[in-house]
Structures are given as structure tokens and as C-alpha cells.
Nanobody, 112 residues
Framework: QEQLVESGGGLVQPGGSLRLSCAAS?????MGWYRQAPGKQRELVAV???????NYAGSVKGRFTISRDNAQNTVYLQMNSLRPEDTGVYYC?????????WGQGTQVTVSA
């Protein structure tokens, strides 16, 4: 069983920035971030493949940047120009072959 270790959530004012990180113990083809707001379904935020290809939700394009360090099996999410609607629990995901793992989630709250 893989354990994904997330860090970096917190409370930030609108317009602020946060950086999330998620470390795995081995390499995965795809790593990414999803989020779930209260009363809503979990949704994709951004995903990055091992070769560097990325995909973003339309609502975060131009504000969030996903990156990964393949040597450290770590994925990062740099979040800039945060908005109140970005509030939610952010979950790291690691996927490859028959494996699909989730982190425990980290709370991001954007509020004045």
C-alpha cells in the first residue's frame, strides 16, 4: 500500500499564494491534485505525467502550476491568485498501471 505524504495547505487571503507538495515512495506514471469543496464532488485540479505533459481544470489555468521531481517522486502545485472558490480539501493522486492511490487530503481555505 502506497502512502502519499501531502503538505502545504492552510489559510490564505484572496490573491495570495500557497504551494502544495506530495511525496510518494516510488515513481508513478501520473501524479496530480484533485479538490473537494463542501457539498460538491471531488474534481480534477491538475495532473502531470512522468514525461512532463500537464492538464489543468479550466478554472485554474494561468493561476496554478503543477510540476514534479521524478528523482524525488514528488509532485508540487503552486497556487497563485487564489480565490475563495478555490477553498476545499486538496487530495494528491498517484496513478500507474493497476495502482491508484490517494493522499489523506490537505485543507486550503481562501478567505479574508
Amino acid at each position: 500500500q502506497e502512502q502519499l505524504v501531502e503538505s502545504g495547505g492552510g489559510l490564505v487571503q484572496p490573491g495570495g499564494s500557497l504551494r502544495l507538495s506530495c511525496a510518494a515512495s516510488k515513481s508513478f506514471f501520473s501524479m496530480g491534485w484533485y479538490r473537494q469543496a463542501p457539498g460538491k464532488q471531488r474534481e480534477l485540479v491538475a495532473v502531470i505525467l512522468i514525461g512532463g505533459d500537464t492538464n489543468y481544470a479550466g478554472s485554474v489555468k494561468g493561476r496554478f502550476t503543477i510540476s514534479r521531481d521524478n528523482a524525488q517522486n514528488t509532485v508540487y502545485l503552486q497556487m497563485n491568485s487564489l480565490r475563495p472558490e478555490d477553498t476545499g480539501v486538496y487530495y494528491c493522486n498517484a496513478n500507474g498501471g493497476p495502482w491508484n492511490y490517494w493522499g489523506q487530503g490537505t485543507q486550503v481555505t481562501v478567505s479574508a
